[in-house]
């Protein structure tokens, strides 16, 4: 009789212990899972920032007055000699439309399309979930301003999110930066 007792005890205890090593493992899972899509995420969000800073600290550079072709709280178009080639390119910056066929692959709602083009190349799109680009203008005294001629300074912002949630919820990122380009 107690050798039942103790067969039953030890089978007892060995499913406790199978029950938190499952446990342990499935929580790994999931944690693994988090830290992918936030790297996934960190890294895009700089390959996008290196990409812009390489673009808008340049404005201007070889070209003729006005540097800067259009621009809004949502998109800048500008010339600039950008690989100091004496070329004059130029570069546009917007998002897309959120009902675009590349973003509805991906399970996040808010997600646009980044789009950056440059004349004589094919238009750069990047998918890294982008849900808002905003541009702030501001003039030499440093106050915001709309008129495209008097622009010595540029802001941008722009918030990413995650393109998969993770128990329900999208990770988000904002990058802002202030950008003085020389040749404004």
């Not at 790994?28 to 899509?37: D, G, M, V």
């Not at 990413?160 to 003085?180: D, G, L």
């Amino acid at each position: 009789m107690s050798v039942i007792l103790d067969i039953i005890s030890s089978v007892i205890i060995g499913g406790i212990i199978m029950v938190i090593i499952i446990g342990i493992i499935a929580n790994l899972s999931q944690s693994s899972y988090e830290k992918y899509e936030s790297t996934r995420s960190e890294s895009n969000r700089i390959a996008l920032a290196r990409q812009i800073e390489f673009d808008l600290e340049k404005i201007g550079f070889h070209a003729t007055k006005p540097a800067i072709l259009a621009a809004d709280s949502n998109s800048i178009w500008f010339n600039a000699d950008l690989y100091k080639d004496k070329v004059v390119r130029g570069v546009r910056y917007y998002l897309g439309s959120p009902t675009e066929t590349l973003v509805s692959k991906t399970k996040n709602p808010r997600d646009r399309v980044f789009y950056r083009e440059e004349s004589g190349k094919a238009t750069t799109v990047y998918n890294y979930g982008v849900t808002n680009l905003r541009f702030t203008y501001y003039d030499s005294t440093g106050a915001a301003t709309t008129n495209r001629v008097v622009v010595k300074a540029i802001e941008i912002t722009v918030d990413i999110e995650t393109t998969e949630p993770h128990n329900s919820v999208y990770q988000s990122f904002t990058w802002q930066k202030r950008f003085y380009p020389l040749n404004l």
